[in-house]
């Protein structure tokens, strides 16, 4: 059984903590030894980020929209603590900001269910998806720390030099002031990204914000989906049998929490990162969501949808064990090995991630899981760490695959046959090859402890339903079975130059 073959690289975005010591175990027990991993590999980890003035980041984001499928890995985005801690040159933003910066797009997010696990919200029955728009806003942010009394404004300075002006706040004091920005054409493609998903999974599509508050920001954003709806979509979702609807967010969380799922929450960067974590925590656990990021261009990033698990890596740093679930992580290279084998009509690429998916739940379904799961299993569970969980995981994807790729196949039982000697004592002999002559069946028999080779002839009764052997007596016919089965040798690039005694 060979590995499975790739043809374009994956873009590979290695990242901090925890995450990154599972990452390294996930490829290790079960990528490599079934896949031919092909990847462009950048380390996206906060001291390289740091080394390069996190221009590694920009460099992947650019990858991905060369070759177009990544996988990445958790990372940290630091604040005031981490730059302490990793003795960094300034706070860099946040990977994920950037990378989404360089893409736009749609981040969609859904919920990993399992057999045995009910939702923390009882009436959910079915997936709620996330689709969170990924560029502007607070990810994208301009922000100032203000040191005492004065004027704030948002200036606008047009292409014909016309400056218009609005008053953010006269300052008495010492604050903060923070200045965030969108674009139409990303809001479009949020929008499209959203229906389009919505009719391809056939699931209704909500989208809500705070246009109430918000008038301009925020209603933007609303007007455009209406816009789009009315102009591109209403009459597909109408023969679909599909909704889609406007509210305010915080009506929006009232209604999550009554319904019964199956639906996709349109969500602004912000909202989305929020709630989508309340999703995964409610059906399960963070480690439980799967994350893609679907540019406008047909680019795809997906990644795990928590954070770095930092305490368990202190945990980890110190020595001891600890039972992180790394199904998310598992998902994201999936999800990333398929997409690629989609793109490259590589079906046993496709197959394998399947069946990656597929024998991670077989495990947790069969009561083996991490921590955070058993308390929430219904029944008795079997609480492991993380790289015991690895391994079944392992064992588990053997069997359903049929095997372990490049490991040698198990060689045949030999055929023996226990003849008698001229002084009754039995002689077990190996049956080498068989072959017909002039209509007759003879075999090649062989013993390696005397090494005594036989040619025997079968001498079946009337019916065809027994037979008994003997010993071949025509010199010219014995010739001609060790001919054939020297010649089969060489046929196979096996021929053996100890043929042993020769038979006179």
Partial sequence: MAKIQMKTPLVEMDGDEMTRVIWAQIKEKLILPFVDLKTEYYDLGLPHRDETNDQVTLDAAEANRRLGVAVKCATITPNKARVSEYNLHEMWKSPNGTIRAVLDGTVFRAPIQVAGIRPVVRTWEQPIVIARHA????YKN???????PGKAELVFTGADGVETRALIHNFKGPGVVQGVHNLDSSIRSFARSCFTYALSEGKDLWFSDKDTISKTYDGRFRDIFQEVYEQEYRAAFEEAGLTYFFTLIDDAVARVIRSKGGFIWACKNYDGDVMSDMLATAFGSLAMMTSVLVSPEGKYEYEAAHGTVTRHYYRYLKGEETSTNPTATIFAWSGALRKRGELDELPELVNFADTLEQATLAVIEGGVMTKDLALL???EADVTNTSDFLDTIADELRDQLGGDPGAEEPEDEPELITLVDDEGEEIEMEVLFRTE?????????????????????????????????????????VDRVLDEYEQALEDLGEADEDDGEELT
């Fill in 135 to 138: 560029y502007g806003d607070v």
């Fill in 142 to 148: 301009t922000e100032l720390a203000v040191p005492g």
């Fill in 377 to 379: 299993w219904e029944g």
């Fill in 437 to 477: 002559i002039d209509e007759e069946e003879y075999a090649l028999l062989y013993n390696e402890e005397r090494e005594l080779e036989l040619v025997l002839r079968y001498v079946w009764n009337e019916d065809g339903s027994e037979y008994s052997l003997e010993e071949a007596d025509d010199d010219e016919v």
